[in-house]
């Protein structure tokens, strides 16, 4: 058997472990939220595929089905087969890929169930191996906010003064829909939705100066047509950050009907 096979044998195997992984770190970005190295991200996948094969194993065995480990060697290591391992290898192939399927499953059940956990109860800022989101992510999402007030978040409201023509801002405010980060964990681009494009403030000094027949505080505001502005981050000198929160009613002050 080739060397390639054995690759694609090995990295078969790991996907259960990848799959945990991905469903732990994922978050709202568009992009990874954690820059983690190589080789640390390699020994967990490997040490989370280890022990969930442990666990299907043996669960397998007790489903009555035995795994042929001699067959898995010779795959994996490029050994001769003979004709009764192509029989074995043609009669196990359909087990062996709901197996695989199940067990990345379950995998990534558990990776999303780990992080609701850890972010639900803190114990990612008290372990820093237990890291789900970055600084980004955790003002974006509103888990900066105490778990009382998280969980009446309704949206996030983002003022947002970006550099515009002829050295003067321009002011957006809107409803924060989604972000991405770049390789270095930066706001890469931002996306807001119900945008506001404000009067231009002059950061030179001079102040702002209205058009004729119109006084200071009666600036302009245009309300974007679009569904989504998507704002590069590179262009954002100041961003403003305003949680709005659902109004829990009491019960005993409804007015009866």
């Known amino acids: 058997m080739s060397f390639a096979f054995g690759a694609l044998l090995i990295v078969l195997l790991l996907l259960p472990g990848i799959a945990f992984r991905y469903a732990y770190i994922r978050s709202n970005s568009l992009r990874r939220s954690l820059d983690f190295s190589l080789l640390s991200e390699t020994i967990i996948m490997i040490l989370v595929a280890l022990l969930l094969h442990a666990i299907g194993m043996g669960v397998a065995r007790s489903a009555g089905f035995a795994p042929d480990f001699r067959l898995v060697y010779l795959l994996g290591t490029g050994g001769v087969l003979e004709t009764a391992d192509f029989v074995a290898i043609e009669k196990s192939y359909l087990p062996f890929v709901g197996y695989v399927l199940l067990l990345c499953g379950t995998a990534a059940l558990l990776g999303y169930g780990l992080q609701r956990i850890v972010l639900d109860r803190g114990y990612d800022q008290q372990y820093k191996g237990l890291r789900v989101l970055n600084d980004w992510d955790r003002y974006f999402t509103g888990y900066v906010l105490p778990a009382p007030l998280r969980s009446r978040l309704n949206f996030i409201w983002v003022d947002l003064l970006v550099d515009g023509s ?92």
């Open 166 to 257: 002829a050295g003067n801002a321009v002011l957006y405010s809107g409803v924060l829909e989604n972000y991405s980060l770049n390789r270095e964990q930066v706001i890469d681009q931002i996306f807001i939705s119900s945008a506001i494009r404000r009067h231009n403030p002059d950061l030179s000094g001079a102040g702002y100066a209205p058009p004729p027949g119109r006084r200071q505080d009666q600036a302009p505001n245009y309300d974007l047509p679009g569904d989504y502005l998507v704002i590069p981050f590179s262009q954002v000198r100041n961003l403003n950050i305003i949680y709005n929160f659902l109004q829990q009613v009491d019960p005993e002050d409804e007015p009866l009907v």
